[in-house]
Every structure is written in structure tokens, then in C-alpha cells.
């Protein structure tokens, strides 16, 4: 038993694979899992996956240029004519009030999106340290209950990672407040880079000597304090700060380079995650020490992926959005660790800390293969489901309830139906304060030619 209460689990050697003609001789080739996608068949033909991705770009992309356009048109949190990108010379508080809203309207936008076009279970536990931040409403939504200021990691198993973390913080109502660490390119994406760096989100080049300057000066902006509305009652500006220590999402190539690092520096490689990078982390959390308690750590995973296969070439954008395969759930498991019990002073003796870290996730993501979910804590939440919002499933009876004690079963949806309507709001205004003005304008022109 290690420090953190996760046993070490023996390594269950890998099944070999079945050869191909074999399976036709027994006529299992279509059980193959290499054949089968874990969610079943596709479940919309082309015609329909043709709306439904017309439908998801009409909404997700009219959404975030709606979103981006009254940006740059500088409407205030009360919509006011206060004018807009220009804001930020002006006042700096009701620029970052104002942009904290937009982006309290993009994670409403995905969270809204899942649940129209993806929806599945997801199942959230973790140990002791997070006792008491879990909580379950009594129409099946989860509630977290986690701090206001926080560097947030997380193993990166597919692309769309980051929008379940970005929903769990709207769980925590901080989705207003969440920032991403990523890779460079990303920012040149048409509307959608544009937006994230209105929503200071950190691009890295990977070249340190490069990174190191921009990167401090963003942290350092992240320890500002701004009195504005949505900056909290605390000293310091609400914050989560979301980084990967893999640096990209598992994958072959991913794996190939961490079993290439591994040899290279004689220790064992990780099973099903990449063994991490510790010099980005640790620069964040000396820099940040001062003013954030703690790392909240999330482990990720998703049912249906075979032993040996990647989720991201399984559960692309296509397969999860279009034609109706999400996956079966998506399964998280959340500690935390207090800053100041963190070797910092060492890079050798903190690289150490994060891998263990991580060995402790392979050993989660072990167990996960082996039963289908994660540990939970005993002491934990107890699991319910809410009716027939989940798949028709009926509320457990008392064992199955004490069976899944530490559990908490739930979905991606908003509070309510009609929230999304929020994401129109602000340019609707905008629309309406222009069309006054232009009149207003042109009745002035009339009496003054008159």
C-alpha cells in the first residue's frame, strides 16, 4: 500500500491477440474487438448524420461566432453601451467580468451540446481527500463542491477530454472561470482561436526557452485581483487552471514515444497512459504556491475500449456526435493534494512525485479494465439514479444502493431547459441598443433637415 491508500497491483499479462482467419474458422469475426466499435452499430444512416451535423455546426458555430462577435462589440455584463474590446483599456475589471460571462456561455454551450447530441452516462467517485465535494441533486444532477482556486490535471485519453472537465466545472459553478493550457497551433483556428485567447486561455510552443517568459506573464495575471462583477469575495480572482502533463492525448504515436522514452531513461512504461512531463507543472505551481491551495487530479476513462486500442479512434467527432455511438459512460475518479506537502524546491524529487502520480493512475486505469469502474470511497456520496432521466433506469434498491456507496451516476445536462437561451442574450441586445440607435439617428437627421 503506497502513501495514498492505492494499492499496487500486479500487471496482468496482455491476451494475444486472435488471428483473423482463426475467428472465421469459429465464426467469431464479427466479435472481434478490433471489428466491433464498443458502442454497436451506427445508429443513424447517412442522411440523418447529414442533418444531425448540419444541426450540431448550425448551433455549436452560430453559438460561439454569436458569442465571439458580441465580444468584439464590447456589451457589458448588464448590456450596457459600454464598448467592447476596447473595454480592457477602459476598465479592466468589467473587461474580465464581461469575458468571464461569455465564458460561462461557452461551457454552457458544450454541456448543452452534449446533452442534445451525445448523451451518456457519466460515473463520478475519488478517495477520502475529496470527501464531502460530491453531491447528487434529487433530479440525478452531480453538484461539486470544489474550491474556487485550483490547478486541475488530468491523464488525456481523447480529444474531448476538456469538455467533461469544462462541464464538471460547471458542476462547481466555475465554468466562467476555467483555463487551459495548449498546444500553440490552436490558436490560429478561425472564431474558435479567436475566442479562446479572448478567454486567456496559455498557448505553448513546447520550446521552453520560448514558453518560459509568456508563460510566467500569464500566470502572473491569473494572481490578479479585480473587483468587477463574477471576480468572487475572496482575495484572488476565482481560477481553475487546466493543464495535461502528457502533453497530447493517448494515442499510438503517443505510446510509442513514452515506451521510447522509458528505455531511454531505464524505467518501466506506463500500461494505458503516457508517462508525463513534470517542467511545465512544476513552473506553474512555483509560480502559483502563493496563491492556490491545492491540485484537484482527475483520472479518466471510457467504457468500451478495448485493452491495447485508443478511445480517440474510436469515439472520434463523427462517431460520438453524428452517428449516435458516444461512449457507454465516461467514468472519472478525483483526488487532490495540498500544494504546500509538494517537493517544489527539487525538480528531480518533484519529476518523481508526478510519476508517481501517474503510476497511480495506470493502477486506476488497471482496475478500470479489469471491473468497469473505478475505486470509490466507501464513505463517499450515495449512488442514486434519478428515474427515467437516465435511460429509463429505475432508483436501486437498498443493497445495490450500499454496493455502489461512493458513486454518483449522472449525465451531462444544464440545470434546466431553457438555459441554453442564455447564449443569445447578449447579442440580442446588442441587436435591439443598435436598431435604437440607428433610429434614434436617423429622427435626428429628419428634424434637423427638416
Excluded at 40 to 61: D, E, I, N, T, W
Excluded at 133 to 156: K, P, S, W, Y
Excluded at 263 to 277: E, I, S
Excluded at 428 to 450: D, E, F, H, T, Y
Aim: a positive charge.
Amino acid at each position: 500500500m503506497d502513501p495514498n491508500g492505492l494499492k499496487q497491483r500486479h500487471h496482468a499479462p496482455e491476451p494475444k491477440p486472435i488471428p483473423p482467419e482463426d475467428l472465421q474458422r469459429h465464426g467469431m469475426a464479427d466479435t472481434a474487438p478490433s471489428l466491433q466499435h464498443p458502442a454497436g452499430p451506427v445508429k443513424h444512416g447517412g442522411a440523418m448524420q447529414a442533418l444531425r451535423m448540419s444541426l450540431f455546426g448550425l448551433y455549436f458555430l452560430g453559438s460561439c461566432l454569436w458569442t465571439f462577435l458580441t465580444s468584439l462589440l464590447g456589451l457589458s455584463i448588464n448590456v450596457s453601451q459600454l464598448l467592447g474590446a476596447p473595454l480592457y483599456f477602459y476598465n479592466k475589471d468589467w473587461y474580465y467580468a464581461w469575458m468571464a460571462v461569455t465564458k460561462q456561455h461557452f461551457g454552457l454551450l458544450i454541456t448543452t451540446m452534449t446533452q442534445w447530441w451525445s448523451p451518456t452516462v457519466v460515473r463520478v467517485s475519488g478517495d477520502e481527500s475529496i470527501r464531502g465535494q460530491l453531491r447528487q441533486t434529487e433530479d440525478g444532477r452531480l453538484e461539486c463542491d470544489f474550491t474556487d482556486r485550483m490547478v486541475l490535471i488530468a491523464n488525456h485519453q481523447i480529444y474531448t477530454d476538456w469538455l467533461y472537465l469544462w462541464w464538471i466545472a460547471y458542476t462547481s459553478r466555475m465554468h466562467g472561470h476555467i483555463y487551459i493550457i495548449l498546444k500553440e497551433s490552436l490558436k490560429y483556428i478561425p472564431i474558435i482561436g479567436n475566442g479562446m485567447q479572448f478567454f486567456s486561455f496559455i498557448f505553448l510552443s513546447r520550446k521552453w526557452a520560448n514558453d518560459k517568459p509568456r508563460f510566467q506573464h500569464r500566470l502572473q495575471k491569473l494572481k490578479a485581483r479585480h473587483k468587477g462583477p463574477l471576480s468572487g469575495e475572496h482575495e484572488l480572482d476565482p481560477m481553475w487552471l487546466l493543464i495535461f502533463p502528457e502533453g497530447t492525448n493517448l494515442s499510438k504515436n503517443g505510446r510509442d514515444s513514452s515506451a521510447r522514452w522509458a528505455a531511454k531513461t531505464n524505467q518501466p512504461d506506463l500500461r494505458h497512459a503516457m508517462l508525463p512531463r513534470s517542467t511545465g507543472l512544476l513552473f506553474c505551481l512555483q509560480e502559483m504556491k502563493d496563491s492556490v491551495e491545492w491540485v484537484y487530479d482527475c483520472t479518466m476513462a471510457y467504457e468500451g475500449v478495448p485493452r491495447g486500442e485508443y478511445g480517440q479512434d474510436l469515439f472520434t467527432l463523427k462517431s460520438t456526435y453524428f452517428e449516435g455511438r458516444p461512449p457507454r459512460s465516461v467514468n472519472m475518479y478525483w483526488r487532490r493534494f495540498a500544494i504546500k506537502d509538494m517537493p517544489l524546491d527539487s525538480p528531480t524529487e518533484f519529476e518523481k512525485w508526478v510519476l508517481a502520480r501517474w503510476r497511480e493512475k495506470d493502477d486506476l486505469l488497471e482496475e478500470f479494465l479489469q471491473t468497469g469502474r473505478f475505486p470509490a470511497d466507501p464513505e463517499g456520496p450515495r449512488y442514486e439514479v434519478a428515474g427515467p432521466r437516465l435511460n429509463g433506469m429505475p432508483k436501486l434498491d437498498k443493497s445495490v444502493e450500499r454496493k455502489n456507496r461512493g458513486y454518483i451516476e449522472t449525465e451531462v445536462r444544464p440545470g434546466n431547459a431553457a438555459e441554453f437561451l442564455q447564449i443569445f442574450v447578449p447579442g440580442a441586445a446588442a441587436v435591439l441598443v443598435v436598431n435604437v440607435a440607428v433610429k434614434v439617428i436617423r429622427l435626428v437627421s429628419r428634424v434637423m433637415g427638416a
